[in-house]
């Protein structure tokens, strides 16, 4: 049964001032999900589409943001699929939410967007 959707986009552009400010990006993404990447370009999409992730699983949740956006973090498998992994407190507020649980993301970005979406499982 699907517990939740959510879904999230964001202005690339909006990360600009970010990716040169190391404090913007501890702050808000995990150390997992940090890029060395070199393009700016590049830079922008990636952690627009990791914000967007962060705040289309809120939403599925149905809580807003009620965590640490560190918390909430994208990993991506040895084929390139992106995944939700979260701290033992988000994980816990999960489980508390809607019991065992699948989670499942699909980030995408374009030109000046980036989106996520999220459905989240019961099991």
Request: net charge positive; aromatic share 12%; charged share 30%.
């Amino acid at each position: 049964m699907i517990y939740g959707i959510g879904c999230d986009i964001t202005r690339v552009s909006r990360f600009e001032k970010w990716v040169s400010n190391p404090d913007m990006l501890e702050r808000f993404f995990n150390q997992e999900e940090r890029s060395d990447k070199k393009n700016p370009k590049q830079l922008c999409e990636h952690y627009a589409a990791r914000f967007a992730a962060k705040e289309a699983f809120s939403k599925a949740l149905g809580t807003g943001i009620v965590f640490d956006l560190r918390d909430v973090y994208v990993v991506k498998n040895s084929e390139g699929k992106p995944s939700l992994n979260f701290s033992k407190e988000v994980s816990d507020l999960l489980y508390k939410r809607c019991g065992n649980n699948s989670v499942f993301l699909s980030l995408s970005h374009e030109k000046e967007y980036a989106t996520a979406f999220v459905v989240i499982e019961k099991l």
